[in-house]
């Protein structure tokens, strides 16, 4: 029998990675997954369509590490060369499976077409691999395990490939023995409101511990405390982490909207159901952003009524914003957000409304800079509330802090008031 594994290696396959065309999103999701198996990342390599570099890597990342997990490369085209690669690697030869072959065959005659030829490559072995199922599409992964060392081969789409780490790699991980392992759990409290440095200050005693160990970062949607827990298995690490978690929460109150994946417009959700609110949004610089961040919680129609895009002032005007305030304070103030805030409450007959208007960049708007936002929140049971700032970050990250901005002043305006 293999010892537990403890040291791991991630190669991100495709030469449109190097170039930028896509991002890796996959050694990131393997990365945040892989300790919570007893499994310690290392290293994470990313390599194009070349076979005398892929097989470089592949050997180099075995050599050092006692797993090797690769994701790309496993199509049916000429450039997808991770199969020769590891082949190249361990000195075996590949040769067709008649029962992967059949599959493969099968995939294609439910979708009403003959398999192309060059999909057999799909269905190759070599001695030391065994098929890893990957009912999303037509490319079977590997697991070869040979001299004490285990290499995983999976696919690129993400969405295969996260399939088959949950469905297929981690349960046959966690099935291997498991002298001397011990996993890594962690819990992320999210906190808005509050910046990095007072946040550190407030936990400042907690963030002594080793194990379990404190980390504070810094997000798009706030500040977030990491507690990580190492321990021989996964419920002795979560009993690490209780009385930890349940100090900070009690330290930091009602700042911590969430943890772990939660989102922001998921928790704002939680709170607009549970008093059975209504909310509307008129958005000028973000576009609509804010629309489509909460439309994107399941249910969210419950309590959404809808958005206005009111990109020009003629629109903000026509929609119910008066004229006045943007001829004294301009279309990008304070009173204008609470103006556009107020119209959109009263003309789609909602609950809250909110207003958002600024300069997303990149140049100047009425002798605003780029990064200025001004947000506004109307309830009918709360005094309204406005919050200015300038963020400076570039176009699409101006848009996407406004956006969180206006989530949590919306989750503060439902906490204080109800």
Not at 133 to 157: L, S, Y
Request: charged residues 25%.
């Amino acid at each position: 029998m293999l010892p537990w594994l403890m040291k791991a290696e991630v190669v991100s396959i495709g030469t449109e990675l190097l170039l930028g065309e896509i991002l890796d999103t996959n050694a990131r999701y393997l990365g945040a997954s892989l300790p919570a198996h007893g499994v310690d990342l290392f290293y994470i390599s990313k390599v194009g369509d070349n076979l005398e570099r892929l097989a470089d890597v592949i050997g180099r990342a075995r050599d050092r590490s006692d797993l090797v997990i690769t994701t790309g490369g496993l199509g049916p085209t000429e450039d997808d060369l991770t199969r020769e690669a590891i082949a190249n690697v361990l000195g075996e030869e590949l040769s067709v499976d008649d029962t992967e072959a059949g599959r493969l065959r099968e995939f294609f005659a439910k979708r009403g077409a003959a398999m192309p030829e060059r999909n057999l490559k799909q269905a190759m072995l070599i001695p030391s691999a065994r098929v890893i199922p990957n009912p999303r599409g037509t490319a079977p992964g590997w697991w070869v395990e040979r001299d004490g060392k285990i290499i995983v081969a999976m696919p690129g789409p993400p969405s295969e490939m996260e399939r088959m780490w949950e469905r297929e790699v981690a349960p046959a991980l966690e099935a291997r023995p498991d002298s001397g392992r011990s996993v890594l759990v962690t819990r992320t409290l999210k906190t808005a409101g509050v910046g990095e440095g007072h946040i550190d200050e407030m936990v400042s005693p907690l963030l002594k511990t080793n194990n379990p160990s404190v980390g504070v970062y810094a997000r798009a949607d706030g500040v977030h405390l990491r507690i990580g827990a190492k321990a021989p298995n996964r419920d002795e690490a979560q009993q690490l982490i209780e009385p930890l978690e349940a100090e900070m929460r009690s330290i930091l109150g009602d700042i911590v909207w969430g943890a772990d994946d939660e989102t922001m417009e998921h928790a704002v959700g939680v709170l607009m159901r549970q008093h059975g609110l209504t909310l509307a949004a008129m958005e000028s610089c973000t576009g609509g952003l804010l629309m489509h961040t909460l439309t994107n919680v399941p249910g969210s129609s419950a309590y959404v009524r809808g958005g206005l895009v009111s990109y020009s002032t003629e629109m903000k005007i026509e929609w119910g914003v008066d004229a006045a305030v943007i001829d004294e304070h301009g279309v990008i103030s304070d009173e204008c957000a609470l103006a556009m805030a107020r119209a959109v409450r009263e003309r789609l007959a909602a609950d809250i409304g909110i207003g958002i208007t600024g300069v997303a960049g990149p140049a100047a708007q009425d002798g605003k800079p780029p990064g200025t936002i001004h947000i506004g929140v109307d309830a009918g049971f709360a005094e309204p509330q406005s919050v200015s700032y300038q963020f400076a970050q570039g176009r699409e990250a101006v848009k996407r802090r406004a956006v969180s901005t206006a989530l949590a002043m919306l989750r503060r305006t439902l906490i204080a008031a109800l």
